[in-house]
């Protein structure tokens, strides 16, 4: 006896030697022959079933749920239709090959992977949400809004922490040495700096936790969420970051009821099936005149829908996640550095005057004026030690309080 099986990854079988068996028994069928455990089931006779989105909505198909019941006094015989919802992912066994020849072609190991390799959309971000520091998120917008008017992209790597409830908090951003257009985003990452800036990272108790970057006014025009320009760049980062909960951050502007411009952010985790293709070697990287920019060009052939393709809607790799803010213990006032004009140690001597009604260790709770200290300072010692006195703020000891203020009046 054979049932069919409507999932939301097309129609399956599920061979039954006994016609009298139970619900529970089919479930642990449909277990060992489709891979779908058996917690994570709804089974129904409802075809409504498979467009149910919540766990409520799912829950209220309770025609097969006694677990008791003969599939037989239920009208499931050979040849029925059952519709399958579950939680999670999971991998779909590979088809059955038919022997080369008139009645079926050979198949090789890369068509078989590719026929496990089923695109789905992941439900749940392992990123609960992301909160920005107000003043670090109004810095990078406010530069992009009124020095580069959103004309042309812009990008950063956000530092913070990640609570074991997966909550990340962004405190600051990095800006690295970078070339926009307003169609691409290129970050020259310079490994100097980079190690300034785990170093200034690790003495704060913070770690990169985030892709951030600017969309132009040009694509606003534009039919999609992300480009397949920007999936290639978030899932590399990502997948780099070896961090379950990176978070990739879009800001852009959105014309407003009053027809005027709102600067608004958006967030995102690329789905787990998004970095380990990207990892893999499954996209097609270079992208060729003419290509839709809301999809994403495959090198092999996947599974989306139920149909082979190489095609991939970008919206498929996209996991939404909640934005909050807060504020957090860094000041955002001292310049940014890589942007158009220099950072010098002017800007150091303005800050220390600015500031001289706040305690040392105050004034110089700033990442960005850390990271120009730390060009004259030992990665090694000095670094750390004065970004623990920040993350602490405890006294900053007389030694680096002199230096500091002698590099200032130098300038």
Not at 36 to 41: D, L, M, S
Not at 91 to 119: C, E, H, Y
Not at 386 to 401: D, H, K, N, R, S
């Amino acid at each position: 006896m054979m049932i069919r099986i409507r999932s939301r990854d097309g129609l399956e079988r599920v061979t039954i030697d006994n016609p009298a068996i139970t619900i529970a028994q089919l479930k642990s069928l449909i277990e060992s022959q489709l891979r779908v455990p058996v917690q994570t089931q709804t089974l129904s006779t409802n075809q409504n079933l498979l467009i149910a989105k919540t766990l409520p909505e799912i829950s209220q198909f309770t025609d097969l749920s006694n677990p008791h019941a003969p599939i037989q006094s239920l009208g499931i015989t050979h040849g029925s239709i059952l519709y399958l919802a579950y939680e999670g992912e999971r991998t779909v066994r590979g088809p059955n090959i038919n022997p080369a020849g008139s009645f079926g072609r050979k198949m090789t190991m890369d068509d078989l992977i590719a026929k496990q390799m089923r695109v789905t959309r992941q439900e749940n971000p392992h990123c609960e949400l992301v909160s920005f520091d107000r003043d670090t998120a109004n810095a990078f917008q406010h530069y992009v809004n009124e020095s580069l008017a959103f004309g042309v992209k812009r990008g950063g790597i956000m530092y913070g922490t990640v609570s074991p409830e997966g909550k990340v908090e962004v405190n600051f951003i990095y800006e690295p040495p970078q070339q926009g257009t307003e169609e691409s985003l290129v970050l020259m990452l310079d490994p100097e700096e980079e190690r300034l800036v785990e170093a200034i990272a690790m003495g704060l108790g913070m770690r990169a936790v985030g892709f951030i970057f600017t969309q132009t006014i040009g694509q606003n025009k534009k039919d999609y969420t992300l480009s397949n320009v920007e999936i290639l760049q978030a899932a590399e980062l990502h997948g780099r970051s070896e961090l379950k909960e990176w978070v990739t951050a879009v800001v852009k502007l959105e014309v407003n009821e009053d027809g005027g411009a709102d600067v608004h952010f958006e967030a995102f985790q690329m789905s787990d099936m998004c970095v380990r293709l990207y990892k893999e070697g499954w996209f097609e990287t270079v992208i060729g005149e003419g290509v839709d920019p809301k999809l994403s060009m495959m090198k092999k052939d996947v599974v989306v829908g139920g149909k082979d393709t190489r095609e991939v809607d970008n919206d498929f790799f996209l996991v939404v996640v909640k934005i909050f803010d807060h504020q957090g213990p860094l000041s955002s006032t001292f310049p940014i550095e890589n942007r158009n004009v220099p950072v010098s140690m002017r800007a150091l001597k303005n800050h220390l005057d600015r500031t001289k009604n706040l305690t040392f260790v105050k004034r110089i709770s700033d990442f960005h004026l850390l990271l120009l200290l730390a060009r004259f300072l030992d990665v090694n010692a000095d670094v750390p030690a004065l970004a623990m006195c920040v993350q602490t703020q405890t006294a900053v000891p007389e030694g680096y309080q002199l230096l500091i203020e002698s590099m200032a009046s130098a300038s």
